[in-house]
């Protein structure tokens, strides 16, 4: 059954996938039990309470202990869900960041209708942003004449990330709420104006290596706006592209290449 119900999901492709995954199927087995359980409950009240078998209304109502005992019960299990997975995995997911030194370090920035990414380059530092100096060529308004914006990497609508290495995304955006979904990640987070939210996962499959899994030659990581957000919201998607960690670095030396070429 468990099976079945991941026949219907994104496949896995980070590290925290299983945890989500096996935490969304015992809420849902939870709330299949409950629907299945009230649903009879109601049919059976219906039925009991009819009004061929109750002429006269009975003001004191029904005293059922089982009633009682199964709400008992439900609260029950869904505190052990919350306790049991969903705080420990918020703790882990929100609270405790990878350190800046061993994860790979991009801001994402989403606007109508696309994601802006900036790579801080080999000084870890990024470079300063002005929204005077934002442009078609320029949408994040990065200050080119800033040291630390020197050798910083820009991109649009493509995430390049080298596999099984923390991924630490500082999230923004410039204009709506946007939200930042990875369904293979098992990432959603949205994009407030004004905040910049941090969030992390660890990429465990490649592109390659997924598009051989689902024998796809043309497959992508997709990076989806979950939250609507204008009338361009059906065109605002973006790609990642997980790499092996040499090609993560040939890409990288290359756009720095491309930078200094300019
Ligand atoms: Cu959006």
Redesign the pocket.
């Known amino acids: 059954m468990n099976n079945w119900f991941m026949s219907y999901m994104p496949l896995q492709a980070s590290q925290h996938a299983a945890e989500i995954d096996h935490m969304t199927i015992l809420v849902h087995w939870l709330m299949l039990i409950m629907f299945v359980g009230w649903g009879a409950f109601f049919l059976f009240v219906l039925f009991r309470f009819r009004r061929g078998a109750n002429p006269r209304a009975d003001y004191a109502g029904a005293k059922g202990k089982l009633a009682k005992g199964t709400e008992v019960a439900v609260a029950i299990i869904e505190v052990i869900l919350l306790i049991g997975y969903a705080i420990p995995a918020w703790a882990t997911r929100v609270k405790a960041l990878p350190s800046e030194n061993e994860a790979v370090i991009v801001r994402v920035v989403?606007e109508?209708?696309a994601w802006n990414m900036q790579y801080p380059g080999p000084d870890k530092t990024f470079g300063k942003t002005d929204i005077r100096l934002v442009s078609a060529d320029n949408p994040l308004g990065l200050d080119r004449s800033d040291p630390a914006a020197k050798d910083d990497i820009t991109t649009i609508n493509q995430l390049t990330l080298p596999v099984n290495r923390p991924v630490l995304v500082h999230l923004a955006s410039k204009d709506v709420i946007?939200?930042f979904g990875l369904y293979e990640m098992r990432i959603k987070q949205d994009a407030v104006p004004g905040l910049e939210i941090p969030l992390w996962f660890i990429p465990t499959v490649t592109t390659e290596e997924m598009r051989r899994k689902v024998g796809k030659p043309d497959f992508e990581y997709e990076i989806a706006?979950s939250?609507l957000?204008?009338l361009g919201?059906y065109r605002?998607r973006g790609f990642v592209n997980v790499k092996t960690e040499a090609e993560y670095q040939t890409w990288l030396a290359d756009e720095a290449k491309n930078l200094t070429a300019r």
């Open positions: 989403g109508q209708f946007h939200s706006c939250q957000c204008g919201h605002m």
